[in-house]
């Protein structure tokens, strides 16, 4: 029989998006134990940073870079340039090790700094010893493939064994270099994956008193071959805004108010992946915050609205509802507005008035294929005065 050869495949974007999410949990948890001073979660974090930044084996992009190039990001950070070498040239060569601090971060702190592409970054010299010289790139992959990230080599070199034995607080200096480089790619992986994550929505509705005996779903999205999904709802005269994440985490939050039918309410939801990594989930009618939750273990959505199939007055997997209700100046940002922009557009839409709006009846539904931004209505479109 032929012996069958199995070709790999490139794996789908959504995959590598998770795959960053996961990476940073594993940072994140780990940099916690080590705080704690379980220092051998160390080598977990040699092995992220070089799937993050510096993998290039069999010519793979590394992760963090491969999803910022999707979508576009430019990834760049501040740092002071070394300068010893040229101001004091005499000294130099009287240096046997030397760890260069050249101050780095993604937010300017000071006017000495000067802007820097990540890439660039990692090939930086930061830590000499005699004739060596070692760039970010090069100190993680060693300590990667030989202690633990990758490997545990049966070999090392004299200069990287060297370097390891200078320490404080019972830490390595090349670890507390690695651990400000994890911090460094945590907030790089948090601002890529705010630009999939967050999300912010903003819509008029005119809710009736019509009697019902469950929950109605007056929205509901749901992203086609995988577990995403948000709906609001109402039921017993709150709304309610449950998600499930691509990896089928739910969680529902509630207005603390009960609604007022027959009225026109400004309706704001937002998602937000914080600079913490938790996801905040918040409601607004009118101006007014009635529903907030924190999570601690962040979500993962995403925010291209187009790619969801949508519903308007039905679930996606449900049946026609005996409800009406109007809808409009519905708008949804992929990024959260901040406090004076959502104040200016609480403010325009607050001060709009109807003479009609865009109505759904008993048993009607509207429909938005996925990739499609139109909506068709089961029974045309309609509208009503209010």
């Known amino acids: 029989m032929k012996e069958e050869h199995f070709q790999p495949i490139d794996k789908s974007g959504l995959e590598r998006i998770k795959e960053l999410y996961f990476s940073l949990r594993i940072i994140a948890d780990c940099k916690s134990l080590i705080e704690k001073g379980n220092y051998y979660q160390i080598s977990i974090v040699y092995g992220q940073l070089r799937s993050l930044l510096t993998d290039r084996s069999k010519g793979i992009t590394p ?25 004091l040239p005499d000294l130099v060569g009287n240096v046997t090790i030397r760890f260069i601090d050249t101050h780095f971060s993604i937010d300017k702190i000071s006017p000495n700094q000067k802007k820097i592409s990540l890439k660039d970054f990692l090939d930086i010299i930061v830590v000499t010893n005699k004739s060596k010289k070692y760039a970010v790139r090069e100190i993680i992959n060693e300590l990667a493939n030989k202690y633990g990230g990758s490997h545990y080599s049966q ?20 670890d507390q270099l690695i651990i400000q480089l994890a911090d460094l790619a945590y907030q790089f992986g948090i601002y890529v994956l705010k630009n999939i994550t967050d999300i912010e929505l903003f819509m008029h509705l005119y809710l009736t ?83 907030e939750l924190l999570l601690e273990n962040p979500i993962l959505s995403f925010n291209q609205i187009h790619s969801y199939e949508c519903f308007m007055n039905k679930a996606v997997d449900g049946q026609k509802q005996k409800y009406e209700f109007g809808l ?42 996925s990739e499609k931004r139109d909506f068709e209505m089961s029974n045309g479109f309609k509208k009503k005065e209010i």
């Open 63 to 87: 992760l963090l870079f491969d999803i910022a190039s999707q979508l576009n990001m430019d990834l760049e950070l501040f740092h002071i340039p070394d300068t010893f070498e040229k101001d």
């Open 209 to 291: 008193p019509k009697k019902i005996k469950s929950e109605v779903f007056l929205l509901d999205y749901k992203l086609p071959y995988n577990r995403n999904r948000f709906s609001i709802v109402l039921n017993q005269k709150r709304l309610h805004f449950k998600i499930i994440d691509t990896l089928g985490v739910y969680y529902q939050i509630s207005s603390n108010c009960l609604i007022e039918y027959n009225k026109i309410h400004l309706l704001n939801i937002s998602i937000e992946t914080t600079s913490n990594f938790n996801t905040s989930i918040k409601i607004y009618i009118q101006e007014n915050l009635v529903g």
């Open 328 to 369: 409009s100046e519905f708008l949804v940002y992929n990024k959260l507005q901040n406090y004076v922009q959502k104040n200016q557009l609480f403010e325009f839409y607050s001060s709009k008035k109807y003479n009609n709006i865009f109505w759904l009846e008993e048993n009607e539904f509207g429909h938005k294929k």
């Open 155 to 174: 070999k090392t070199n004299m200069h990287l064994l060297e370097l390891l034995s200078f320490s404080t607080n019972n830490q390595t200096m090349l």
